[in-house]
């Protein structure tokens, strides 16, 4: 009796299984997408996840977007974007927020929108409260991974703090049902850390029209101060120094020691900016730009410089390489998987000056391997599409429905 039972009961998952991948589809989903910064600054993430509402709704999802807001946001807002309480980051970034937990409004609000996925894009207090409120109310959890945050405590004299935080980031993914990371080298980390949580790869795409190597545009150099026959080494990104500012002006002042010609060529704006630019005396600062006008800034470097250790994925290094700019990067998780080192360009230890600027230096002096770098970049990155890569977000949220349901 008690084998028939136990056979009955297995013949019942299985059904439910095929019932429920039968009968699952993108229409019957409801997203509650909770994001710390979803348009109120401009940066690779919310790019990321604004491009994701996008594609859901295309394919006839319900989202509903929560995270903190500002009078003046940096673009319009994908979607429906409820705004929760936040308060100013401390210690010089107010240009950030912080969302103050899930208040009762906001509760109400998702009660209301009866979501069956929470989505959290940040480790905040906003992305804590809505697993659990998931948790407690039996819905899907879904966690996507965009910025290495232990990684901050570093350029702020605060080392000793970064074991603790990964501790806590364990926990934090270790609470949801998927955990969807851009590579699969951010996924050996995040198991390295004693995250158990199935992960799948949500990559990044970029825009093909935009950042083409046909956008380079030497009058726009010249108008900058950058020769035609000048080698320009660009940066590109918010002026923070997580993003490894102290190393890109070690590594410029190594390149003027060893008289390797050169302009650095700067496409930004951020707090850091006075900081940086008494670092790189001599670089040119175009400033924040944005759209073909930013195509066009990236396309016309010769050199993409990135140290930055914080990316979980190189947006800004995945552009370059549509744009045909060959790549010096950290050999980090924003970096690894997508520069082909001695292909596309090069990597290099993180923290390693000399390295840096010899690769850099290799690429000024052999025009040849510029030229062979940059298309192979290029050809590189014609494979990421954001309609592709956006599409196995879809996927994912129907396999955890599944699997919850099975």
């Known amino acids: 009796m008690a084998a028939r039972r136990a056979m009955l009961q297995i013949q ?11 009968t699952m589809h993108a229409t019957d989903l409801r997203i509650a997408l909770f994001s710390g910064n979803y348009n109120y600054v401009r940066d690779g993430a919310n790019q990321a ?26 673009f319009p807002p994908t979607g429906d974007l409820v705004a929760v309480p936040s308060l100013p980051l401390p210690a010089g970034r107010g240009e950030y927020k912080m969302a103050r937990g899930l208040p009762a409004a906001i509760r109400r609000d998702l009660d209301a929108f009866a979501p069956n996925i929470v989505h959290v894009s940040a480790p905040d207090f906003l992305g804590h409260r809505a697993i659990s409120y998931g948790r407690r109310n039996g819905i899907a959890t879904v966690a996507s991974l965009h910025t290495r945050f232990e990684t901050y405590f570093r350029y702020y004299k605060m080392a000793f703090f970064e074991p603790i935080m990964v501790k806590i980031l364990t926990r934090f993914y270790n609470r949801v049902d998927e ?29 093909h029209d935009r950042f083409t190597p046909t956008r380079r545009d030497l009058a726009w150099r010249r108008a900058r101060g950058i020769a035609d026959g000048e080698v320009a080494v660009g940066f590109l990104g918010r002026l923070v120094k997580e993003k490894g500012l102290d190393v890109f002006a ?12 050169h302009k650095v060529l700067v496409i930004g704006e951020g707090p850091a900016r006075d900081w940086f630019a008494a670092r790189v005396p001599g670089a040119v ?48 998780s ?70 919850r349901g099975a």
């Open 250 to 261: 070690d590594v410029i002042r190594e390149l003027e020691q060893r008289g390797v010609p």
């Open 285 to 332: 600062f175009a400033g924040f730009q944005s759209g073909d006008d930013l195509g066009r800034a990236v396309a016309s470097m010769d050199v993409f410089f990135n140290p930055s250790v914080t990316e979980t994925f190189g947006n800004v290094t995945l552009e370059a390489m549509a744009a045909g700019v060959p790549v010096v990067a950290a050999r980090a």
């Open 49 to 74: 996840l604004n491009l994701l509402v996008g594609h859901l709704l295309s394919k006839g999802v319900t989202v509903r977007v929560y995270s903190p807001t500002n009078a003046k946001p940096a």
């Open 334 to 403: 924003g970096a690894v998987g997508l520069v082909d080192d001695g292909v596309t360009g090069f990597l290099v230890p993180p923290t390693d000056i000399s390295g840096y600027a010899d690769a850099i230096g290799r690429i000024v002096f052999e025009p040849g391997l510029r030229e062979t770098m940059g298309w192979a970049g290029h050809d590189k990155a014609a494979g990421y599409l954001w309609d592709t890569i956006n599409q196995t977000v879809l996927d994912t949220y129907l396999e955890v429905m599944t699997r």
């Open 179 to 207: 955990v969807l990371v851009p590579g699969r080298g951010m996924a050996e980390i995040v198991r390295d850390w004693g995250v158990t949580t199935p992960t799948a790869i949500w990559s990044r795409g970029v825009n």
């Open 12 to 22: 019942w998952r299985l059904t439910a299984h095929r019932v429920i991948r039968a």
